[in-house]
């Protein structure tokens, strides 16, 4: 622990307050004993400035809009990797070797199946059930199905991570199936992870499916973009549900439920639903633009802002280029991607936006990817969990392995409410 420190003067005591530094610079005041040495906590609603827990996973830099996995750069991973690979290094904190990877994909062909009495749960959401909840309830009833693992060693951590990272992908595809009432694709052992997905999603007895490995580049691209983001929402939402001891499934069902708001992973099929309502009211942006900048107006342009990027979202662009890319190799005219790029411009030229620093993010783009893939827009969540999968799981196992510093969380708060006053009875109440 570092002999450094802050000082903090209260009612003219000074107190010594530890300073912990990351290995790539981050600084944080080390404030856990600050309540118990001076009786006042700190109020920092939307966590803006809290640091929950130290994490060797993924480092993020928002005003240089730097993102890496265990030390690899987004951009090379995104180049240069498959999404298996990249599920690997965040989980395992190493590249795989040749041999790793391929016991890794057999682990993951092993696992691709879900029970059959689990077929049957899908046979009772409405058809208009959203993907995001039906994702969410079958991933937390795995645990009635699977052996629960602790996760503490490297072999169990490959096998409770290759079980549910292949699962998820079956479930998905399944629950997309029965949302159109088209008879269940079952997992094949000699397609990729991505393209048994696809191969899942759009194969009919009809029409087979012929799995094209642009598409398929792409999706290992997307995934790998979403694969984890450090303290988001969702991924402190399984940490925090973690926290309290609860299995890996529910914790990862609470994260995809958090995932699911349009502030959060939402924000993917927001996105197209803005730009149709853009396309139907005749491109007219500035009508929509007013309405993102009016402070009584609830509206927000989906897809613009972070909480942490400030200059760029790293993702975004390389999303950006992806996204031309396959639509060209695809054939795909979209006017929605017109319609994306003239908004972006805008966006970048109006002050309002500049000076608050909202640009692009990771789910402006994505969405018009998906549709050139022919993924319907209600299974975009769905997508964006699949990616953020092991970046989940791999913080969930980093707080059940840390013995030196886990707790159940629980926040404390200001209490703003009446000060204590006398009952009442319901007989003298008027
Ligand atoms: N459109 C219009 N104005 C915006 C937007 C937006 N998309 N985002 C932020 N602002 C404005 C706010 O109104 C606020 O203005 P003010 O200072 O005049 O009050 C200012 O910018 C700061 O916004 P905050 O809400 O304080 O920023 P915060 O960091 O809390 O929120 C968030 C970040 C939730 C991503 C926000 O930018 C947003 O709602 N974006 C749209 C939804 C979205 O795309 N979400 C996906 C994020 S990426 C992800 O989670 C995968």
Redesign the pocket.
Known sequence: MSKEHATLTIEDKIYKLPIVRGTEGDKAIDIRKLRTETGYITLDS?Y?NTGSCRSDITFLDGEKGILNYRGYPIEDLAEKCSFVEVAYLILIGELPTREQLNDFRALLSRFALIHEDLIHFFDHFPPQASPMSILSTMVNTLNNFYPEMSGDSDEDLMIISARLLSKIRTLAAFSYKKSVGHPLVYPRYDLSYCGNFLNMMFDKPVRPYVVHPEVVATLNKLLIL?AD?EQ??STSTVRLVGSAGVNLYTSISAGISA?WG???????S??IEMLEGIRADNNDFEKYIQK??D?NDR??????????YKTF?PRATIIKRACTKTLEALQVEDPLLEIAMKLEDIVRHDD??IS???YP????YSGIIYRAMGIPTDMFTVM?AMGRLPGWIAHWSEMMQDTDDRRIGRPRQVYEGPVQRDFVPLHERS
């Not at 349009?262 to 993917?268: D, I, M, T, V």
């Not at 509206?299 to 942490?308: A, I, P």
Request: charged share 20%; with cysteine.
């Open positions: 939307g803006m979403h983001h988001n929402c995932l349009p502030l959060h992973g939402g924000a993917n927001a996105v993102a900048k402070p509206f927000r342009l989906s897809g613009f802002g972070h909480r942490v979202d309002y936006f608050r620093d909202l993010n990771v789910d402006f964006f």
